[in-house]
């Protein structure tokens, strides 16, 4: 349920926020007139928004703009839904917008927009300190005599009658401490005049020339809070970081930039605050790309909720789903057909690899197929010469010359099979795209090009991201984490040309995961080395400082698959004592097999299902149902794990491609766990049936 309650609740919340607004609006507009030189404009619009007291904002009016000898600020109001920096005008003429100007009498009136801009940027600056995200901070125009409501960029424009309701129907971000604090922070920076004096306390009511007319209508500020408490709740991090973290988000670059840190240190968050305030100071489109399909649509959607207002230049995107459009646009044709492609790889194992020294290695094709894709392709290599010298990055176990020659014997067969098929593979897919990037640039091009999970990418992937966003001034960030890892890839940034000396940084804080989850989730890749596009690590130990809150580890060790699934299903019903509570939980599973299986199940138990393929990031009150690889970047307060740890080898002493498959087997595991935020339940078969099909895998 949002907030406000149930529909009557909420109704009658939204009538008595508007009729106490009303009774406030006397006193307001009484106050206003003791605003020293107030012309009734002023008076009126200060009126209006003081009644907004009632609501829990505050007002500051005629403020001093540091920095500048003689400018002022009209006003800044502070409240729920976020800080106002405000601009009153009086003009006969009517305000209009047209192909991004504003004007009025056919007179250009952008340098007022600008200033306006610059006035908001230097209150930004101001409550950075405080933790406040510049997408919190919003410049308003307020036309004193005229109804229009409608956005230039950034800026909203409000007739004065217009006013309190956008105001009280904003989302609430905001809590009241929050509010004072604000509020105090910037009447220090922003000073108010010596012959300024406001005093907010209301005075009893006077008669007045404005007897009997209201200052705005009281059922569209009743429908306005009715908007208000059906919005979702603004989540804390949408408004409020740390101060390292608004300080990332706002820094200028003057290159590429990484910034790093382990699993839920907030670096998404980051990233998502980075583009709103890249947004905020240009012009140009902002990509921002994922590897993971589904992630994109969430991270869109939080966007939206966390600033709305620069939605529309954002593009959320995965990077395959950027290339295939990109391609398309430029008419080039890439048949894209990943099971005929498949097909031909199974057609070139049969021919030269099965019988080949590659099974002294790995004798699993699916290694191999790997290797294509990850190595081969995915570092664009053209010929064996390169092939035999190339560093396999993220791929532990060492190739003899031999082994080499076999796999690229294999590479070319595969390509040889794919091509007298005509189809394409996802690296062609990207190899395509930077090639036709190469010959002609993304017209127009993208202000800012944002990677997240750039661990899974491949280097042909980053090298494609970079010829977009070429190494200009805050042009490229990479945001990721190496022990997170998902696919056996791998390279150094250097190799894609990229140069971040300097512009790094690492986040540290961990705002997900509860203590006992985290360190149940640190233990398990604590000896695994990892690559960090950087350099290697030698191991998975890392400072992670807490933000300590409740949670819990359950292990359930079940002595048979009937008896395990029965005890998922009790957990699962238990934790769901309300409704929506099934909203929060997600059940996650190693292969497609299982999610097929697990969603059988619950479904005969009567519990609500969302595959992860579906989930945009709004609350459904379904069980969220993926694979480890489709969960990554999410998050959810309980996760359950069944036969978390049936593809985890018993012993240490395998061999080296084994011991690749178990390390990129426990990074799995680890991504998984680190997703739950209260409650992470991890299941497992004990008895003999159990350890029969960890056996049985091990063998396949
Ligand atoms: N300043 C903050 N205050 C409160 N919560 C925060 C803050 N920053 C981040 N969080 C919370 O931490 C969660 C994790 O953040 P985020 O997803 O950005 O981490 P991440 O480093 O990208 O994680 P991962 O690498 O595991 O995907 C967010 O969903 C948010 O709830």
Redesign the pocket.
């Known amino acids: 349920m949002g907030a406000g309650g149930s529909a009557g609740a909420r109704g009658r919340r939204a009538r008595e926020d508007a009729l106490e607004l009303a009774r406030r609006s006397r006193e307001a507009y009484e106050l206003a007139g003791r605003f020293e030189a107030a012309a009734e404009a002023e008076r009126r619009v200060a009126a209006t928004l003081l009644s907004l007291t009632a609501l829990g904002w505050r007002l500051l009016v005629d403020r001093r703009w540091p920095g500048s000898r003689s400018a002022n600020v009209d006003m800044i109001t502070v409240g729920p839904g976020g800080v106002f920096v405000i601009d009153v005008k009086r003009w006969r003429d009517v305000p209009r917008v047209d192909d991004g100007r504003l004007t009025a009498g056919a007179q250009d009136r952008d340098g007022e927009v600008r200033k306006l801009l610059a006035m908001t940027r230097t209150a930004e600056e101001q409550v950075a300190a405080l ?1 406040l995200s510049p997408v919190a901070v919003r410049p308003l125009m307020v036309f004193a005599g005229h109804r229009l409501d409608t956005e230039l960029g950034r800026v909203r424009l409000l007739g004065d009658p217009d006013a309190v309701n956008a105001l009280v129907a904003e989302p609430k971000r905001l809590t009241p401490a929050m509010v004072r604090a604000v509020t105090a922070h910037l009447e220090e920076a922003f000073p108010a005049y010596e012959t300024t004096v406001l005093d907010e306390r209301p005075r009893a009511s006077t008669s007045s020339d404005t007897e009997g007319e209201a200052l705005f209508a009281v059922e569209e500020v009743e429908q306005a809070a009715m908007e208000s408490l059906l919005h979702a709740p603004i ?3 949408m408004t ?3 101060a390292d ?1 608004v300080a990332l988000a706002r820094r200028d670059w003057s290159g590429p930039a990484r910034i790093s ?11 998502l605050h980075r583009a709103a305030h890249l947004a905020a100071r240009g012009t140009g489109r902002i990509l921002y790309v994922t590897y993971v399909n589904n992630l994109p649509r969430v991270q869109g959607q939080l966007f939206r909720r966390m600033a709305g207002t620069f939605a529309d230049r954002v593009e959320f995107t995965s990077l395959h789903a950027w290339a295939q459009a990109f391609l398309a646009d430029r008419g080039v044709h890439v048949p894209l057909k990943r099971d005929r492609a498949a097909d031909a790889f199974s057609r070139a194992w049969v021919s030269v690899g099965r019988d080949s020294l590659l099974t002294e290695i790995d004798p699993n094709p699916g290694y191999w197929e790997e290797e294509i894709h990850y190595v081969i392709k995915g570092r664009g290599l053209s010929s064996l010469d390169e092939y035999r010298s190339v560093a396999r990055y993220g791929r532990r176990t060492a190739l003899q010359t031999a082994h080499r020659e076999a796999a690229w014997l294999l590479y070319e067969e595969y390509e040889m099979l794919r091509g007298e098929r005509g189809v394409c593979d996802f690296s062609d897919v990207l190899l395509a795209a930077l090639a036709e990037l190469s010959e002609r640039p993304a017209d127009p091009p993208y202000a800012a090009v944002i990677v ?2 750039i661990q899974d990418l491949t280097l042909t992937g980053v090298r494609l991201l970079n010829a977009l966003a070429g190494d200009g001034p805050n042009g490229l960030l990479l ?1 990721g ?1 190496g022990q ?1 890892a998902v696919y056996p890839g791998g390279f150094r940034l250097g190799e894609a040309g990229i140069g971040i000396k300097g512009r790094g940084a690492v ?1 540290r804080t ?3 995961n509860a203590a006992e989850i985290l360190q149940t989730a640190m233990e398990l890749v604590s000896d695994d080395p990892f690559d960090d596009l950087d350099g290697p690590s030698p191991n998975g130990r890392r400072s992670v400082d807490l ?1 300590y809150h409740d949670g819990r580890v359950l292990r359930v060790e079940a002595a048979d698959g009937a008896d395990h699934d029965q005890r998922l299903v009790e957990a699962i019903k238990e934790l769901a004592d309300g409704p929506g509570a099934f909203a929060d939980m997600a059940v996650l599973c190693r292969s497609l097999k299982e999610i097929g299986d697990y969603h059988r199940l619950l479904t005969r138990a009567g519990i609500p299902v969302l595959r992860l393929e579906n989930y945009d990031g709004r609350p459904v009150d379904a069980v969220k149902l993926g694979t480890y690889r489709r969960a ?4 959810f307060k309980y996760v359950f794990l069944p036969h978390h740890d049936a593809d985890l080898p018993a012993s240490t002493k395998e061999a080296a491609a084994d011991q690749e498959r178990a390390e990129l087997a426990r990074r799995q595991l680890f ?1 998984a766990m ?2 739950a935020r209260d409650l992470l339940w991890l299941g497992s078969v004990t008895g003999t049936s159990g350890r029969a099909r960890r056996e049985d895998r091990r063998s396949r």
């Open positions: 933790g989540e804390q991090w409020f970081l740390h973290q840190g382990p699993a839920g240190t907030g670096k998404t968050v980051v990233g997240d999970e945001i984490d997170q986040l961990n705002y997900r933000t990554k970047g999410l998050e991504v680190t997703r």
